[in-house]
């Protein structure tokens, strides 16, 4: 089970791009990296979800290096909206018990 | 548009009182999941079904029941809450084990006095 590793917290003004990484050192072959924001009193969200290279979708970029030991997640031009905490997911397709949500990022956006 | 859908999403009770938490779904997904988040903490898997097969993790304290009378339903029964148990109980859904997004309810937030 692949254990990943993110920063505790970040902090950004609105409007900048925020990139918060996340280490899976011990990730296997069949592993998809997922990301979720979860705002406070609420279930996680689904953000994005990528195997490697980059993914992009209308919310946010994915970046995988080719060893797929880390990944980024890229949000572009945050708002004040955007404060959450942010989850980094490693599992692979078909063993959906194995999703292991780790500590998560708290990302504070002040103007 | 609520897609899943927990009640309540406040739920109170004693010590040693078994409490039941509920947790529907209108988007007919094969899987369900439950988990449970304290303060300050990440989410935890407790046990998920598939249809009707249910997974029990590991750690999972046997305090913890679940029960799924049909696809768009899903319940959590504590059967003697704790102090420790007080927590917010997330329910989430997929489509399938071959696709890992999972779409959550709001949550229930228990108190045990």
């Known amino acids: 089970l692949a254990k990943t590793t993110q920063p505790i917290s970040m902090d950004s003004y609105e409007g900048q791009e925020v990139n918060i990484t996340c280490s899976h050192n011990n990730i296997a072959t069949n592993d998809y990296i997922t990301w979720y924001q979860q705002f406070p009193s609420q279930g996680p969200r689904f953000i994005i979800q990528g195997y490697k290279t980059k993914v992009t979708n209308e919310v946010a970029s994915l970046f995988i290096p080719a060893d797929r030991k880390s990944s980024t997640l890229s949000l572009p031009r945050v708002s004040l909206s955007d404060t959450a905490v942010y989850y980094c997911l490693v599992g692979a397709r078909g063993t959906a018990s194995k999703l292991t949500f780790g500590t998560g990022t708290r990302l504070q956006v002040t103007l | 548009d609520a897609m899943v859908i927990q009640n309540p999403r406040y739920q109170v009770t004693q010590f040693g009182k078994p409490v039941t938490l509920s947790c529907s779904q209108t988007?007919?997904?094969?899987?369900m999941y439950w988990y449970q988040q304290k303060s300050s903490q990440a989410p935890k898997l407790l046990f998920h079904?598939?249809?009707?097969?249910?997974?029990n993790e590991a750690d999972t304290p046997d305090n913890f029941q679940s029960r799924r009378p049909n696809t768009s339903f899903c319940f959590l029964d504590i059967r003697s809450p704790g102090l420790g148990d007080a927590a917010m109980y997330l329910c989430a859904t997929s489509r399938g084990l071959r696709r890992d997004t999972q779409y959550f309810g709001p949550g229930t937030r228990l108190t045990v006095l």
């Open positions: 988007l007919n997904h094969n899987v």
């Open positions: 079904y598939y249809d009707k097969d249910f997974n």
